[in-house]
């Protein structure tokens, strides 16, 4: 449904957005990870044709996005939850919004409940929690009931009942066969929510993978081995071309291999085993593997 | 087209949802009233003074020179319209309910252009009526007069080139987008260029100001008067092509940096 191709923005001499091509498929949460800078939000406004690319092409359902008629009822996004004037009411806001894409006008009065906000619909923005903008932000993306949402760091600020209720929001939308494409920081919620992830660092592309490939594919998941002989059964699979690491007297650590793979090798060998398991890699791990090259502001690690 | 017609529901849904238009509103009308009331008995104190023989003052038109400083309320709420939704990043929804960013322009000035000319004509209105109340106690003379007929030209006149200004001013908004940057390029076209121009006293200087918006919106208002004495060198017609033309340009600028720069 979003199909980057190419797509590069530069800032000077400094590129935002780097050769970046890739498909966002319906029925699925793309979770979109990367350092601060690596050009996420860049990415999102050039999607929503707010930002000129530099080269490439950003397509939504094979169009560009100023070229989408009542843009809101195919794409709705939200970027920033305190873009709005601090005077006015979110009920103003969406009836405007509604106004300028020929929503009817009840959807007004349908999303800020289903967002929670009926309540505080009347409320001047400015005097809105940053929770609360995020929420009244949510409603603005569903108002023209869209094929594709986008959501840059749709849970800050949100409490826990918040942050939950996001996570059920994103699983239903996509269970819909929407697009759903978001972006966060918080990589436990991210393995939660997300089918898909897209991995950028310094505007370029350095994953684009199902979650469950790019766990599988950390050097941090490993499987453990207990046996009561253990030198022999690492010689056997250092034999089949898998990693090992000895634990201590009994214990090994097989890396680059599935499970299924290494009991094969024991068995074939005719090793016992006392324990066998998949120890798997947390998303933040295998996170931090894949962005340790490239992470624009990060601290640098003590000592190095 | 009707996605002209929704964006300009949708501007003039935001234009009324902030008090800060409606402040603006309600200090025209203020303002409009007091000025008026000051030209006008000022007017009327001066052809006192002169004998005051043979002198007649028609109610609208201390209202037509009001409008020099009631600009400037009209010109804030115009500006609100643009810049609020920069400084807030509001800009961003907007653009991207509306993607075709000369239909975002086309509707704000839409809106704000008969929303100003009716703001300016009922003001003026109130104005005229109050100066007409006012001016004929006896200290002033009974010097003014209420000739529907050369009033409501006024007025009407007045409306357009306070709408005019109005338009004006969403243009530049958008060229400058910070309301600082606005206010000043603004007061600079309107106010400042203008006396600067005056003060060197060279032929062409006064020239070119007399083509510069506030002189020609008092041309077109039917202003004779240019403030050093001397007239305003052309017809009513032409101080109304004049003041399109500024207005266009503004709003040719603005449109310009709109679609070229990044939101």
Redesign the interface.
């Known amino acids: 449904m979003i199909s980057l191709k190419n797509l590069s923005k530069r800032y000077g001499d400094r590129f935002a957005v780097d050769d970046l091509s890739l498909d966002l498929k319906p029925g699925a949460v793309t979770g979109f990870l990367g350092p601060n800078g690596a050009g996420k939000s860049t990415t999102m ?1 050039l999607v ?5 690319p530099t080269s490439g092409t950003a397509l939504i359902g094979g169009v560009p ?2 070229k ?5 009822r195919t ?1 709705g ?1 939200l ?2 939850a ?8 979110g009920h ?2 969406l ?3 509604a ?4 929503i009817a006008r009840r959807r007004v009065a349908e999303v800020l409940e289903a967002v929670g906000m009926a309540g505080a619909a009347r409320r001047r923005a400015g005097a809105l929690s940053l929770g609360m903008s995020q929420r009244l932000g949510i409603a ?1 993306a569903l108002l023209g009931d869209p094929e594709v949402l986008m959501f840059d760091e749709p849970v800050n600020g949100l409490d826990p009942d918040g942050v939950r209720w996001v996570r059920g929001l994103m699983r239903s939308l996509a269970d819909e066969g929407r697009t759903v494409f978001v972006s966060s920081h918080l990589m436990s919620e991210m393995q939660l929510t997300a089918d898909h992830l897209v991995v950028i660092g310094k505007g370029r592309l350095i994953m684009d993978a199902p979650l469950a490939d790019v766990i599988a594919g950390s050097s941090l998941t490993a499987v453990l081995v207990r046996t009561p002989h253990a030198g022999d059964l690492a010689v056997r699979l250092r034999a089949a071309g898998i990693a090992v690491d000895r634990l201590g007297e009994n214990e090994l650590e097989a890396t680059g291999a599935a499970v299924e793979r290494v009991g094969d090798v024991a068995y074939e060998a005719g090793i016992r085993l006392h324990e066998l398991r998949t120890r798997e890699a947390s998303l933040e791990q295998a996170y931090q593997e894949l962005t340790s090259h490239s992470v624009e502001y990060g601290a640098g690690r003590a000592g190095a | 087209m009707s996605t002209l017609w929704q964006a300009v529901g949708a501007e003039w849904g935001k234009l009324w949802s902030v008090r800060s238009t409606w402040w603006c509103l309600a200090g025209a009308l203020v303002l409009m009233v007091l000025s008026a009331i000051t030209l006008g008995g000022a007017t009327a104190t001066e052809a006192l003074r002169d004998g005051g023989a043979g002198v007649r003052l028609t109610a609208g038109e201390p209202v037509v020179s009001a409008t020099s400083f009631v600009q400037f309320a009209m010109v804030a709420a115009a500006m609100l319209v643009i810049t609020s939704e920069y400084a807030s990043g509001s800009i961003r929804v907007t653009l991207q309910a509306t993607p075709a960013r000369g239909v975002v322009l086309a509707a704000k000035a839409l809106v704000v252009g008969p929303v100003m000319f009716a703001a300016g004509v009922v003001s003026g209105a109130v104005a005229a009526a109050s100066v007409y109340v006012v001016l004929s106690a006896d200290v002033f003379g009974g010097l003014v007069v209420m000739p529907i007929g050369e009033v409501v030209p006024d007025l009407l006149g007045a409306g357009v080139f306070l709408a005019l200004v109005s338009v004006m001013t969403v243009g530049v908004g958008a060229a400058m987008r910070s309301a600082a940057g606005t206010l000043t390029a603004v007061f600079m076209l309107l106010m400042g260029l203008p006396l600067l121009l005056l003060m060197t006293g060279a032929p062409v200087a006064l020239d070119a100001s007399m083509r510069l918006p506030t002189f020609a919106g008092l041309a077109f208002m039917g202003s004779t008067d240019n403030l050093t004495g001397g007239p305003i060198p052309y017809s009513a017609g032409e101080g109304l092509a004049w003041l399109l033309a500024w207005t266009a340009a503004a709003l040719a600028t603005g449109f310009a940096v709109l679609r070229r720069r990044d939101a």
């Open positions: 406004r929503l044709g707010l930002d000129r996005y100023r989408i008629r009542n843009p809101l794409v996004a970027l920033d305190r873009a709005l004037h601090p005077g006015r009411s103003a806001h009836a405007a919004l106004r300028s894409n020929g603005a």
